[in-house]
């Protein structure tokens, strides 16, 4: 098992940035990839970003403002996100799976309990 626990999230003012991060204990996989989610409310869960070794992929419409790295040695994943936007306003989830890629939520095995992103217009 993999816990993943978030932190990072808030009320900002639209053009704020903000990072969250994710800190991951348990039976971690540096060959699998991390990332993060959100889920705005009344719609479905969507992949922002993942990384691994071998690949960093990004939905492309916050490709231009949101940047994801990560720690291997402290287990930990990141998401910096800049210029945001009201529509930004959703529960943001930090995931991990074996898998190289993240891309389907419904393949995702391990997820954070969620932070709440608000941002004011």
């Known amino acids: 098992q993999v816990q993943l626990v978030e932190s990072g999230g808030g009320l900002v003012q639209a053009g704020d940035s903000l990072r969250l991060s994710c800190a991951a204990s348990?039976?971690?996989?540096?060959?699998?990839?991390m990332g993060w989610f959100r889920q705005a409310p009344g719609k479905e869960r969507v992949m922002l970003a993942s990384?691994?070794?071998?690949?960093?992929n990004y939905l492309t419409s916050v490709k231009e403002r949101f940047a994801v790295s990560r720690d291997y040695a402290r287990n930990r994943v990141f998401l910096i996100m800049n210029s945001l936007r009201p529509e930004d306003t959703a529960v943001y989830y930090c995931?991990?799976?074996?898998?190289?890629?993240?891309?389907?939520?419904?393949?995702?095995?391990?997820w954070g309990q969620g932070t709440q992103v608000t941002v004011s217009s």
């Open positions: 995931a991990a799976d074996n898998l190289p890629v993240l891309s389907d939520a419904r393949q995702v095995h391990f």
């Open positions: 990384i691994s070794k071998s690949v960093t």
């Open positions: 348990g039976r971690t996989d540096d060959n699998g990839a």
